[in-house]
């Protein structure tokens, strides 16, 4: 089993609330981050202390997610709609009002965006246009996570009624699956690189592990004390990293399914208080995090194999 070293590079402020969004960008040399004060920063793996300002809005933010094909940053802002940045200048240049609920997952594939809501409706944007094309009403509780296998063409939905909802988007997002298991909302969800496994974290601090498919679960586990906020799979896939409300991020062996390390304040001086998501980047290997003490941390992870 690998060994893994943990050592901690950067702890970075400058946001002034809980910090709720995390996505890597265009370039991986950059990252983007979101919080309650609604200010949306850009970071430079290269410079990590300059953080750089490229929105401030009047609510908080839940979610980025980059557009890599135009390199536009959409943000999930709250209570009105997403906003729309160009980073080749770090200018907005439109903006959609989609629903007075708040939004909790941005995801975009081709010409098209998908926002997902706490209303349970997810909304279809059509890029080119910059006008909505449908709304899927899901369920009546909130949309918390979106995952997308791009060469099966599925988006994985995971849902506060508990389930994880399967849509085909080769056919009109028809329904091709609904995975139960979970006892409360699922907050985390992502395809292994190779799409052979969906892997899902839950409020009821359960991490598992589908087949992608026939939907079937390969395995369960509880693997935190508290929710399960957000999960990553590491570049090539043998590896994730799982973060949780109970202020610890947790590494996993992917074939195995095992724990391979903890990072925690006693062990690390890891965050303080709930880590809301997770990266790992396709810079350089390092773990990103950021919680609701407001700061962001930068990891750096060494494999030692046995």
Same mark, same amino acid.
């Given at each position: 089993m690998a060994k893994i070293e943990v050592n901690k590079l950067q702890t970075l402020t400058g946001h002034n609330d809980c910090i709720y969004a995390l996505?890597?960008?265009?370039?991986?040399?950059?990252? =983007?981050?979101?919080?309650?004060?609604?200010m949306v920063v850009e970071w430079d793996l290269d410079l990590p202390k300059d953080g750089k300002l490229i929105a401030k809005l009047a609510n908080s933010v839940y979610?980025?997610?980059?557009? +890599?094909?135009?390199?536009?940053?959409?943000?999930?802002?709250?209570?009105?709609?997403?906003?729309?940045?160009?980073?080749n200048d770090n200018k907005e240049i439109w903006s959609l009002k989609l629903t007075d609920q708040a939004i909790f997952e941005i995801k975009i594939v081709g010409n098209e965006a998908y926002i997902g809501a706490a209303d349970g409706v997810l909304t279809v944007v059509?890029?080119?246009?910059?006008?909505?094309?449908?709304?899927?009403?899901?369920?009546?509780?909130?949309i918390r996570v979106m995952a997308v296998a791009i060469g099966k063409k599925h988006l994985a939905i995971g849902l506060s009624d508990h389930s994880i909802k399967i849509l085909d988007l080769a056919n009109d997002f028809q329904p091709i699956a609904n995975l139960v298991g979970h006892t409360n909302s699922v907050f985390?969800?992502? =395809?292994?690189?190779?799409?052979?496994?969906?892997?899902?974290?839950?409020r009821d601090v359960n991490l598992k592990f589908w087949n992608s498919t026939d939907f079937t679960l390969v395995e369960s586990i509880v693997a935190h004390l508290y929710a399960i906020n957000y999960l990553s799979?590491?570049?090539?896939?043998?590896?994730?990293?799982?973060?949780?409300?109970?202020?610890?991020?947790?590494?996993?062996?992917?074939?195995?399914?095992?724990?391979?390390?903890?990072?925690?304040?006693?062990?690390?001086?890891? +965050?303080?208080?709930?880590?809301?998501?997770?990266?790992?980047?396709? =810079?350089?290997g390092n773990i990103i995090s950021v919680s609701d003490d407001r700061t962001i941390s930068i990891w750096q992870i060494q494999v030692n194999n046995a």
């Open positions: 996505t890597e960008g265009s370039d991986p040399r950059f990252f =983007y981050t979101g919080a309650g004060d609604g979610t980025l997610q980059v557009d +890599h094909a135009r390199n536009w940053l959409f943000i999930g802002h709250n209570f009105e709609g997403i906003h729309v940045i160009d980073l059509d890029i080119e246009h910059r006008a909505i094309k449908k709304h899927i009403k899901l369920s009546s509780k909130s985390a969800l992502s =395809y292994s690189p190779d799409e052979s496994l969906l892997a899902s974290g839950s799979f590491n570049e090539n896939g043998n590896m994730l990293v799982t973060c949780s409300m109970d202020k610890s991020i947790k590494i996993w062996e992917t074939a195995e399914r095992k724990l391979l390390k903890v990072i925690d304040k006693a062990r690390n001086a890891g +965050h303080g208080t709930s880590i809301n998501k997770v990266v790992w980047s396709t =810079y350089n």
